[in-house]
């Protein structure tokens, strides 16, 4: 059984860091495009917050892959899901025809926030760099 939760808990692991260091990429590669894109909202400092965003997806999404400095990791993906997901996902806020898509990604980041809490509390199991 703990052979179970040890591959569960490493697939876990890549299926949550997938979607962060996929999208922290694309960030890298499309910069000015993010910068745009947080100018846009009305954030001061765009540049700073992409190059933060960045750190956070793609850097901790490949902590958390490799499961090194996995809690750390799950700990800034956290707070930074507190924090972007309101603002980058206020469906109580936007028109009608874009409600419905904003409440899925506003819950869509609510899932990933209770897998990261997961990974914060119970760690990143016996495959990973931290347990090496």
Same mark, same amino acid.
């Given at each position: 059984?703990?052979?179970? @939760? =040890? !591959?569960?808990?490493?697939?876990? %692991?890549?299926?949550?860091? #997938?979607?962060?260091?996929?999208? +922290?990429?694309?960030?890298?590669?499309?910069? *000015?495009?993010?910068?745009?894109?947080?100018?846009?909202?009305?954030?001061?400092?765009?540049?700073?917050? #992409?190059?933060?965003?960045? $750190? /956070?997806?793609?850097?901790?999404?490949?902590?958390?892959?490799?499961? !090194? @400095?996995? %809690? !750390?990791?799950?700990?800034?993906?956290?707070?930074?899901?507190?924090?972007?997901?309101? /603002?980058?996902?206020?469906? !109580?806020?936007?028109?009608? #025809? *874009? #409600?419905?898509?904003?409440?899925?990604?506003? &819950? @869509?980041?609510?899932?990933?926030? +209770?897998? &990261? $809490?997961?990974?914060?509390?119970?760690?990143?199991? %016996?495959?990973?760099? =931290? %347990?090496?």
């Amino acid at each position: 059984m703990n052979e179970q @939760k =040890d !591959w569960a808990a490493l697939l876990g %692991r890549v299926l949550l860091a #997938a979607m962060f260091v996929v999208s +922290g990429y694309g960030k890298i590669t499309g910069f *000015e495009g993010t910068a745009g894109y947080i100018a846009a909202k009305g954030l001061p400092v765009p540049q700073v917050l #992409a190059a933060i965003a960045i $750190l /956070i997806e793609f850097g901790g999404g490949l902590a958390v892959l490799l499961g !090194w @400095k996995t %809690r !750390w990791a799950a700990l800034a993906f956290i707070v930074f899901l507190i924090v972007i997901t309101p /603002i980058f996902h206020g469906y !109580w806020a936007v028109p009608p #025809a *874009e #409600a419905m898509a904003q409440q899925i990604n506003f &819950m @869509k980041n609510a899932s990933i926030l +209770g897998g &990261m $809490l997961l990974l914060f509390a119970f760690g990143p199991g %016996r495959f990973s760099l =931290d %347990r090496a």
